[in-house]
């Protein structure tokens, strides 16, 4: 599935199907799938992001193997467009049509034999915790792991620290690829969790950016749920479709360079939970 909000790029191909998400919001029609028909929470996208489309697919989709997610500028690089060991590599967009979006016969296998494809991540020079903190509301994620404590097994509450407020290893963008029992449990894990949340977080004044909470939260839980239920993954670089000045495609040292210095920033910052 290829999440699409607006007019723009985006692969349609017997791989990838485009969904409309946030459609219950918006007076523009793209004319393919939207996420506003059946059982849907299209209307929450303002603070759910894609998750709205990954819930419809689960709530109406039948018949399903595998079942993947990427964005309309966001895709996997299994064909090696980009910088193979780099979390990210940016293309233009005139580039776009030139890309291979194919999905490699490795990967392929390793579906079949039960694992899950995710976006290569980045291993940030502090916790998981600390990094949301400098970017978002720290008390979302105390709320989550309340409601992860209150709610769930023990193993994931445990996960929580191991992954989350420990651990600094970040699957960007709500992006995977799974069979469809692995998806349908995770997304009955996932739900309930956020809704939860929603239940005790008051976002009335958060601005537009800040009221994203769910998706920004997701991509956290995600990494958290493979490693709960010791899931097997292979990680793929994203290759990301943009014309906006952009720094991914510095040299390897210089970005190095930069996101240690980023980092090693959000890490002399202490946080308590």
């Known amino acids: 599935m290829v999440c699409c909000h607006k007019k723009d790029i985006y692969k349609e191909t017997d791989l990838y199907m485009p969904i409309q998400v946030g459609k219950a919001l918006s007076d523009i029609s793209l004319n393919m ?3 506003d028909t059946g059982d849907n929470i299209s209307h929450k996208n303002n603070s759910y992001c894609e998750l709205t489309g990954l819930y419809w697919v689960w709530k109406n989709l039948k018949g399903i193997d595998y079942i993947g997610f990427c964005h309309y500028r ?5 064909m090696h467009n980009g910088r193979r060991f780099f979390p990210l590599t940016t ?3 005139s580039q776009f049509e030139e890309l291979d979006y194919n999905i490699s016969k490795k990967a392929y296998c390793f579906l079949q034999k039960g694992g899950c494809i995710v976006a290569k991540p980045s291993h940030l020079h502090t916790s998981l915790y600390n990094q949301y903190c400098e970017n978002h509301h720290g008390k979302d994620f105390r709320i989550l792991g309340d409601v992860i404590r209150d709610t769930q097994e023990p193993k994931y509450y445990k996960a929580f620290w191991d992954t989350l407020i420990k651990g600094n290893i ?21 739900f309930p969790i956020l809704n939860e949340v929603e239940k005790r977080t008051d976002i009335t004044n958060y601005t537009k950016t800040q009221k994203r909470i769910y998706g920004y939260l997701s991509e956290r839980l995600l990494g ?3 490693h709960a239920e010791k899931i097997k993954t292979m ?3 994203i290759m990301k479709i943009s014309n906006e000045p952009e720094t991914d495609n510095l040299p390897s040292y210089k970005l190095l360079f930069r996101n240690f210095i980023r980092d090693f920033g959000f890490g002399i910052i202490k946080h308590t939970i």
């Open 33 to 35: 799938l939207s996420d």
């Open 74 to 78: 966001r895709y996997f690089d299994f």
């Open 91 to 93: 293309f233009s967009n």
């Open 170 to 190: 970040f699957y960007h963008c709500n992006m995977f690829i799974m069979n469809w029992a692995q998806f349908d449990k995770y997304c009955n894990w996932l």
């Open 224 to 226: 958290l749920y493979i």
């Open 235 to 237: 990680s793929i670089p």
